[in-house]
């Protein structure tokens, strides 16, 4: 009888542990744009990213604006050029040669 409560203590134990292990490990939060803008975005714009569309996201070009997160058209002039925009920064500072140092 006390092996079979040290062993049923022991099985409580270490279901205990499981489940916090489980519920404690990271959360995925599913965060998307499921709306867009077309007004074009006042503040500076640090980078962005494409996004596909997979409901309930849209499609969308997410831009890194100073002030967060901007969901916007995909298809407006005005986003089409940053994006070139801010390609062709990303290629000169990628392609400029790296400096030497001499001793």
């Known amino acids: 009888m006390h092996l ?7 099985l409580t134990v270490l279901i205990g542990v499981l489940v916090v292990e ?3 490990g990271p959360i995925k939060v599913f965060d998307c744009c499921t709306t867009v803008s077309n007004v074009p975005i006042t503040a500076p714009i640090i980078g962005y990213r494409i996004q596909r569309k ?3 996201c849209v499609r969308a070009v997410i831009f890194e604006t100073t002030e967060g997160h901007v969901c916007s ?9 940053k994006v070139k925009e801010l390609e062709k920064a990303r290629k000169a500072t990628r392609t400029s040669p790296a400096p030497t140092t001499s001793s």
């Not at 079979?4 to 022991?10: A, D, F, H, V």
């Not at 995909?74 to 089409?80: A, S």
């Open 4 to 10: 079979c409560l040290r062993t049923m203590t022991c």
């Open 22 to 24: 489980v519920t404690s």
């Open 54 to 56: 997979n409901l309930p």
């Open 73 to 81: 058209h995909w298809r407006e002039d005005w986003v089409f050029q």
